[in-house]
């Protein structure tokens, strides 16, 4: 059973910046996708930004140029660098891992962004 834990989320002014980290453990065999998602009240949840397996990234439009997601794939560790916060930024992160079909969501860290 794969676990995810992220860590990092905290409150920050905008135009600020924050690294998010999360460590997959347990069960892991072929990682498909490794990445980032992120939720609002009332709102679905989203894709940030993620890594799809032979290497190419998928960023969220309202994230180019400000977010770098990178990994550590010895330690099945992935990292989302959040630069130029906006208060639209402001939201629960959840890290994600897609493994032979099955999907993993990681319990969240929140993330706040004050004008």
């Known amino acids: 059973q794969v676990q995810l834990v992220e860590s990092g989320g905290r409150s920050v002014q905008a135009g600020g910046s924050l690294r998010l980290s999360c460590a997959a453990s347990?069960?892991?065999?072929?990682?498909?996708?490794m990445g980032w998602y992120r939720q609002v009240p009332g709102k679905q949840r989203e894709l940030v930004a993620t890594?799809?397996?032979?290497?190419?990234?998928n960023y969220a439009d309202s994230v180019k140029g400000r977010f770098t997601i990178s990994r550590e794939n010895a330690n099945n560790t992935v990292y989302l660098q959040m630069n130029s916060l906006k208060p639209e930024d402001t939201a629960v992160y959840y890290c994600?891992?897609?493994?032979?079909?099955?999907?993993?969501w990681g319990p969240g860290t929140q993330v706040t962004v004050s004008s």
């Open positions: 347990g069960g892991i065999v072929w990682i498909n996708v």
């Open positions: 994600y891992v897609n493994q032979r079909g099955r999907d993993y």
């Open positions: 890594f799809i397996r032979g290497g190419n990234t």
